[in-house]
């Protein structure tokens, strides 16, 4: 919160701190070393909310266990101090704050490469496991784990886990170590290297077999649900009073992880889903009152839908869950399409998976292995009712579903810088130590302890360590009294649909 502006300053941190600053606006910046009025402050932010400092700071092996810590290999490649992160850098979530309020944040430890470490590279045994649905960027994740672990910090052999939690237990699977060979090239593809598979696992015979195995971090790249999965084989592990490492890596193409600005693999799954917007334009406006309709992925979420939607600026009409529709009716969604058609000669319609659920009356309360429920076709769905409904317009109606090759593509460049970081941050987390996570969320001027495996994220364009529980306990639905939603609104032109719909079915 300071603007370190000229080259003097600089120059002063230097004499001061006797280090290398030249990535100095990427450190705290500390009163005793930039004084307020040669800095240009505007903002002071203090220390934690309490005098107690261990409250917020990761516990770590060292904390409950004799172990000795050691030197980072970094120090063996010369690398300069900077490249280190303390134990008492963190970064704020709320970071919206007023010229005549006080305000308060939560915070989250900072990830990054630390000074010393407190396990051995040699005695380490790191397995990778992938679970629940595909991403674009999974592979990049796999292979840069790998090549942080064994070329970082030394480890001999990192071990990849087949398909899933199963793959821990199940006979006809072999957990088998990685080669460079293997995980050269795979990030060029897309899927999981690995493999994938959803939920119905066992806690205590996927324990039994960390345990067998001897591994002693495991790195689980998976969304929610993976996640509260993987928070029960730490608690497992810590009722056995077992000192192993359990890393997560969020994983959903919906973006709708709590808390972390982006998930992996969305940039491209919008990137790719804008190609079926535009087909489907192309199909439009190759008929009399054609209308191109698109499904995208989003079950409880509109987030690929709505950034597709402004991406491509080709949308008519963007449905997500998040907002309720009526098809019928002067304010319904039918005739705002007829008036686009009157209009344009050509209607887009983008649809989220999970949209139209609450007017949907042949839903079923079916859930598959990870609890998910299972909901019909939106898509197939509109277009009957679409069709029928403006058969006397003489209407050519074109249906695309993209939905499977969006998630399936391999990463663009943006997502493959992400996942190496993510998968980066997580390795030097691990050989931190931080297991369990006892990170502090400032709220309120109050410290919440959470006891659990870490995941890593990106918050406020930082990386972060965050407890495994804040993760898995909810989504990220789209904000529809946003700025966002509201551009969404003037990029296709469509009324608010949710006016037309009668108050019970909208709580529904």
């Not at 290398?20 to 009163?31: G, M, R």
């Not at 460079?180 to 060029?188: F, G, K, L, R």
């Amino acid at each position: 919160m300071i603007r370190t502006n000229t080259m003097e300053l600089i120059a002063k941190l230097h004499q001061e701190s006797l280090e290398d600053v030249a990535s100095v606006h990427d450190q705290p910046k500390i009163q005793s070393i930039a004084k307020q009025a040669e800095a240009s402050y505007t903002k002071i932010v203090g220390s934690t909310v309490e005098d107690d400092v261990g409250n917020f700071i990761p516990c770590k092996i060292s904390d409950f266990l004799d172990v000795e810590s050691l030197p980072s290999p970094y120090r063996a490649q010369g690398v300069g101090e900077n490249i280190f992160v303390s134990n008492s850098e963190t970064v704020l979530l709320d970071i919206v704050s007023h010229t005549k309020h006080e305000t308060v944040s939560r915070e989250f430890l900072r990830g990054g490469p630390r000074k010393a470490i407190l396990h051995d590279p040699r005695k380490a045994k790191p397995a990778i496991v992938t679970c629940g649905g595909l991403c674009p960027g999974l592979n990049t994740v796999i292979r840069e784990i790998y090549m942080c672990l064994k070329y970082t910090y030394g480890v001999r052999e990192v071990y990849g886990v087949p398909f899933g939690f199963r793959g821990f237990y199940e006979p006809e699977y072999e957990i088998k170590p990685l080669t460079d060979e293997e995980v050269d090239d795979i990030h060029h593809d897309g899927g999981s290297y690995l493999g994938s598979s959803r939920g119905g696992h066992s806690t205590r015979m996927i324990v039994d077999a960390i345990v067998d195995f001897g591994f002693n971090m495991v790195f689980v790249i998976g969304g929610d649900g993976s996640h509260r999965g993987a928070i029960k084989v730490f608690d497992e592990l810590r009722s056995r009073k077992l000192p192993y490492a359990v890393i997560g890596i969020p994983k959903t193409v919906d973006n709708d992880i709590a808390l972390i600005d982006r998930s992996f693999g969305f940039a491209t799954a919008v990137e790719e889903a804008q190609r079926a917007i535009k087909s489907a334009k192309t199909e439009a406006t190759s008929y009399f009152n054609g209308i191109g309709l698109v499904k995208l992925m989003g079950r409880h979420s509109g987030h690929i839908t709505m950034a597709a939607t402004v991406a491509s600026r080709d949308v008519d009409v963007c449905l997500i869950p998040e907002v309720p529709f009526v098809l019928e009716g002067e304010k319904g969604l039918i005739a705002h399409i007829r008036k686009v058609l009157h209009r344009k000669g050509h209607c887009v319609v983008v649809v989220a998976e999970g949209a139209g659920m609450h007017i949907e009356s042949e839903i079923k309360n079916e859930t598959d292995a990870s609890g998910n429920m299972r909901l019909p076709d939106v898509g197939l769905w509109l277009k009957e009712h679409i069709t029928n409904s403006l058969r006397q317009d003489e209407v050519t109606l074109k249906y695309i579903d993209p939905t499977y090759m969006i998630r399936t593509v391999p990463p663009n460049a943006a997502d493959n810088l992400y996942c190496a970081m993510l998968a980066q941050n997580a390795v030097h987390g691990a050989f931190a130590g931080y297991t369990p996570l006892l990170t502090a969320v400032i709220l309120c001027l109050r410290i919440y302890r959470n006891d659990s495996g870490f995941t890593v994220g990106l918050i406020r364009t930082h990386y972060v360590y965050i407890p495994m529980e804040v993760i898995s306990q909810g989504r990220m639905e789209v904000d529809v009294e946003s700025r966002s939603w509201e551009e969404v609104m003037l990029t296709t032109g469509q009324p608010n649909f949710e006016e037309a719909v009668p108050v019970s079915a909208a709580a529904t």
